[in-house]
């Protein structure tokens, strides 16, 4: 039967993927790239789209939460899923971080106290719904790359908590402690889960279809770790950067290393997957987790490439850039079409029947 367009929004609603606010993680990533190479115009537009793409991503979940809280509680539980609910703490963390490039500290600020304390609750309900409500063979099978978006809230929260920390005199302290904590927490963490996934990938074996776009996250994860040493070794000094600086330093450039070694891998694996295995490249909202981490790995490379006096590394990360920008033009219009065909079909049931993946 033919439904009216309400229909088909709240249809859209309740498979909305948790993991969505990966677009407001590229987008603001390659606005804070744009901006520190001098292209200030392009950076605000894409400020202005990270924006509105994070206060609509926050209504419809809010929307959602209400109006399907079974809906919600299942992907909370879906050790496929749940994980990709950290792309809220990131892409808020994102955002704060560009518009404090712009001299916005107190709305930076605000969402830096907003990512922490969703952060913390997410940090012990997400694992525990998932791992520990559980049997052991069922979690592992299940696991994939979006576990590594873990360790990016962490690593984000260690960026904006040290972007702050020199405009924020009475916090100094403070927010120098968080910096280097959840910079830590985010290495730990990056360690167990690539463990886990090696086990995980060895025990079930390796699938085309399996391998998807959020696995790029691995990449991602290593090269927000970069950032965030660079960042926490820019730091003003504290008690804190004076005995963290040297170890940020030699540990970002240990990430970026890594980093870069497994992008190669990456590309061969997506060959593997579309090429020789024929495995359809459609759009899926996963697709933002590929250009953020191309984005992220270009602006941690010119960050640590100036901080560190490394002008290969700058110069790799500014090629890196373009790359990333390039692919985000390209998903953003593959999203922008997605929407409108959803929003124009002619059964609810087209929608209905989506698959709710994570990003």
Same mark, same amino acid.
């Given at each position: ?19 969505? *606010? ?53 992907? *909370? ?177 240990? *990430? ?104």
């Amino acid at each position: 039967m033919t439904q009216g367009l309400a229909e088909r929004v709240l249809a859209g609603v309740r498979v909305l993927p948790p993991g969505y *606010f990966a677009l407001v993680m590229a987008t603001g990533i390659l606005s804070v790239g744009l901006h520190a190479e001098g292209f200030l115009v392009a950076s605000e537009a894409l400020l202005v789209i990270a924006a509105i793409a994070y206060l609509l991503l926050v209504v419809l979940n809010v929307w959602r939460i209400v109006a399907y809280p079974r809906e919600v509680v299942h992907d *909370f539980r879906s050790p496929q899923v749940a994980f990709f609910f950290y792309t809220f703490v990131a892409g808020t963390n994102v955002l704060g971080t560009r518009l404090a490039v712009d001299g916005d500290t107190l709305p930076a600020a605000v969402l830096l106290g907003l990512s922490c304390l969703v952060w913390l609750v997410l940090g012990y309900a997400v694992p525990w719904a998932v791992i520990l409500d559980r049997r052991g063979k069922e979690t592992l099978s299940g696991m994939n790359g979006a576990w590594f978006v873990w360790a990016v809230a962490c690593q984000s929260v260690a960026v904006l908590s040290a972007t702050l920390e020199p405009e924020l005199p009475p916090l100094r302290a403070f927010l120098s402690i968080i910096a280097f904590a959840s910079w830590s927490v985010g290495i730990i963490l990056y360690a167990i889960i690539g463990i886990t996934v090696v086990v995980r990938l060895l025990v079930y074996g390796i699938t085309p279809e399996g391998m998807g776009p959020p696995y790029w996250v691995a990449m991602g994860a290593a090269s927000i770790t970069v950032l965030a040493g660079s960042h926490v070794v820019e730091m003003k000094a504290t008690a804190m950067t004076a005995v963290t600086t040297s170890l940020a330093a030699g540990g970002s450039v240990v *990430f970026w290393s890594f980093a870069t070694w497994l992008i190669p891998v990456l590309v061969a694996v997506g060959w593997w997957r579309h090429v020789t295995h024929k495995v359809p490249l459609r759009y899926e909202p996963a697709l933002w987790s590929i250009v953020f981490p191309l984005g992220m790995y270009a602006v941690c490379g010119i960050n640590l490439g100036e901080a560190d006096a490394l002008p290969v590394v700058a110069w790799t990360g500014r090629i890196f850039l373009w790359l990333a920008l390039a692919a985000w033009l390209v998903v953003f219009i593959a999203t922008c079409v997605h929407l409108v065909r959803s929003m124009r079909r002619t059964h609810v049931d087209d929608i209905s029947r989506a698959p709710v993946d994570g990003a």
